[in-house]
């Protein structure tokens, strides 16, 4: 009986609905992480530019994440939707620096967009039209509720 009233107690308590939980701490960045990272935000202020993968022309989602991986090196997709399926997926409630973070937009072309995780719950991403790169928040209920993947290219 005791056995029965817990089970049903433990399914009154509220679920976490997005694909997203805030983490404690990140763990100790790896050099290579750190500059994927680092190189992403020396670009925060740049506009959007569809197509776009360079400082000087501008950034779209995935021309942001392209460049800043290759900028040190690393041969990965220019396609947001190649980037959601490149390296390996991790568990999205515990990302590392450069992790790539895919949400699903249904207002956005294929539905996919992408950014770079740049540590204490935050991604660095060019967003859309009209804006430009910058560093938010996964926390934000938009972010957490659209959360589709989390792809780890650096090992």
């Known amino acids: 009986m005791l056995l029965c009233l817990a089970v ?71 396609t947001t939707r190649e980037q959601a399926a490149m390296g390996t997926s991790v568990n999205c409630n515990a990302p590392r620096l450069g992790d790539v973070v895919v949400f699903r937009i249904a207002d956005k072309g294929l539905g996919l967009h992408a950014g770079i995780y740049s540590g204490n719950g935050h991604f660095v991403h060019s967003p859309k039209s009209g804006s430009v790169v910058r560093e938010e928040s996964l926390d934000k209920q938009y972010w957490q509720s659209r959360l589709y993947t989390c792809r780890r290219i650096l090992r």
């Open 8 to 78: 049903l107690l433990a399914g009154c308590g509220s679920a976490h609905t997005g694909g997203y939980a805030p983490r404690r701490a990140d763990p100790p960045p790896t050099r290579q992480e750190a500059a994927v990272v680092n190189t992403a935000r020396t670009v925060i202020g740049t506009p959007y530019r569809y197509g776009g993968c360079d400082p000087a022309q501008g950034f779209d989602c995935s021309g942001l994440i392209w460049w800043a991986y290759s900028t040190h090196g690393h041969d990965i997709p220019r």
